[in-house]
């Protein structure tokens, strides 16, 4: 069950399989479902969620990040897929869902038929824009000018824009990536994201040859973005936001700097991989076009030094090398590691205080910390936002920019919280003074700051409840004050 503080209560909204429209067909647990029913229905694995209002209505937007082998095959004897329709149902499971929901009797549920109901699956069509769009590494045979490209996966976080469209955020892209021949070895700029010649299991080259890296190795290059959705209006087209940089996306926090800038901060969550910051040309205009704010701007990356200073690094042709901002956007990894940018213990959600200049990464955890170097070679020392070898417990690390301006290229930072147990361990593996009996947790993960000035932090990680874990139950939500360093649980 899931334990909420007195005077709170908790129902389900949706579940894998829910109708969107009276033509769905009603989930079937003997069969889970065809490749038709679930294109009609609510996708699995939730992640990142946004909930938008306009006109009495609320849309609640909601990332169907992947699938669980053997729960959506679990009527094939090897929980794996065993026909093409299987392997289009697991597809078709991906992706984002938009769907109009209401409360009637206390009681949340899906509006069906609503004409905002929508599934953003791996195979709707969407543009490509910013610098990359057009450029010969986006080019495939289905898509000559390098313009547009086929849906978008793995969508983990999320984030929302202040004209009111949500982003997904495309993160672990490459586990759908294979080749006929399993001997066939990628490029190491593809291996840098995890491509290899095998899948994680999913299936999609069997149906789709685009995923079949040996014939088309550029196909990888058109994943890996922040996509921008406008949940109100059904018919448009997604934007894929190549200025955001591509990398294994967890969320993108959106912030307005003091003029009028737009600033997303941004995690890459691998281990000993980086925290970017991106910076609009442009100003936000309330009533104005604000289309290419998250077209044109300035990508950078973090540099943390010991002495609790920190500096973000532009990522440009000049600083990097590379031939243009194209590749940069497209090599965004390695981009970063030629400007010596600090190797992070997994950096999820950044979420910014509303009510101060201030922001903040969950470090969810990294077991290579002090052990070995990232995918790219970069060394991953013990250092100070990553303080800890062999990191279990993970951490919450938070940063300043200097002037209270998030368009400055220095801040100071410091350590939120080191979780850790204290009942089991009395060093660094205990945490740091505000992790207690009662709060302890493992696996920061998704965060977001409330109106009030409350961080929110939702953990993903071991839940054995045993050994250094003991006490830590299963996961959980809990909630912070930022400026006290008092953190409870709520869920
Ligand atoms: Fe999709 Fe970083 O979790």
């Known amino acids: 069950t899931i334990t909420v503080p007195e005077g709170f209560n908790w129902q389900v909204l949706a579940r894998w399989g829910d109708e969107l429209w009276s033509k769905s067909v009603a989930f079937d647990q003997a069969t889970r479902g065809t490749a038709d029913s679930q294109a009609l ?97 986006l080019k495939t045979a289905a898509d000559e000018a390098g313009e547009t490209v086929k849906g978008t996966w793995n969508n983990c976080g999320n984030g929302r824009t202040p004209w009111g469209t949500y982003l997904t955020c495309e993160e672990n892209f490459n586990g759908y990536f294979s080749a006929a021949d399993e001997n066939h070895e990628v490029s190491a700029e593809l291996k840098r994201y995890g491509i290899s010649s095998k899948d994680w299991g999913y299936g999609w080259a069997r149906i789709d040859e685009r995923f079949d890296v040996s014939k088309h190795p550029n196909e990888p290059n058109r994943a890996g973005y922040v996509v921008e959705i406008d949940p109100f209006d059904p018919e448009s087209r997604p934007r894929k936001l190549t200025a955001l940089g591509r990398f294994k996306h967890e969320n993108a926090e959106v912030v307005l700097a003091a003029n009028g800038q737009l600033v997303v901060y941004m995690g890459d969550d691998e281990r000993g991989e980086f925290l970017y910051r991106y910076v609009s040309n442009g100003k936000y205009s309330l009533n104005g076009n604000n289309s290419r704010l998250l077209e044109e701007g300035k990508l950078y990356v973090a540099r943390f030094a010991d002495d609790l200073t920190g500096e973000w690094l532009e990522l440009s042709p000049a600083t990097t090398g590379f031939a243009s901002q194209a ?21 999820e959600w950044v979420a910014a205080k509303p009510n101060k200049v201030e922001a903040y990464v969950a470090l969810t955890n990294n077991k290579n910390r002090g052990i070995k170097p990232n995918e790219g070679g970069d060394p991953a020392p013990v250092n100070g936002p990553n303080p800890r070898a062999e990191n279990n417990y993970g951490q919450i690390v938070r940063w300043a920019p200097d002037n209270a301006d998030h368009t400055a290229s220095t801040f100071t930072w410091s350590i939120f919280a080191l979780a850790g147990n204290p009942l089991e361990n009395s060093d660094a593996y205990a945490g740091s003074a505000n992790i207690n009996a009662g709060n302890m947790f493992n696996s920061p993960d998704g965060m977001r700051f409330d109106e009030n000035g409350f ?37």
């Not at 949340?108 to 038929?113: A, G, L, R, T």
């Not at 996961?475 to 709520?490: H, K």
Request: glycine share 10%; with cysteine.
């Open 41 to 137: 229905a609510f996708g699995d694995n939730n992640d990142g969620m946004d909930l938008f209002e306009a006109n009495g209505r609320k849309l609640f937007v909601v990332n169907n990040e992947y699938t669980n082998t053997n729960i959506i095959w679990g009527n094939r004897e090897e929980g794996k897929p065993e026909t093409d329709d299987d392997v289009r149902k697991g597809m078709l499971a991906h992706g984002v869902t938009v769907m109009e929901i209401a409360e009637s009797d206390g009681k949340w549920s899906i509006v069906k038929d609503s004409p905002f109901n929508r599934r953003i699956t791996p195979e709707t069509e969407m543009d490509i824009t910013g610098p990359a769009r057009g450029h010969d590494l």
């Open 327 to 347: 590749e940069v956007c497209v090599y965004t990894r390695q981009a970063a590691s030629k400007v010596g940018a600090t190797t992070m213990d997994r950096p």
């Open 455 to 491: 961080l929110w932090i939702q953990t993903d990680g071991n839940y054995s409840d045993k050994d250094g874990f003991a006490g830590m139950g299963n996961n959980q939500m809990l909630v912070g004050d930022t400026e006290t360093g008092a953190i409870e649980r709520f869920l």
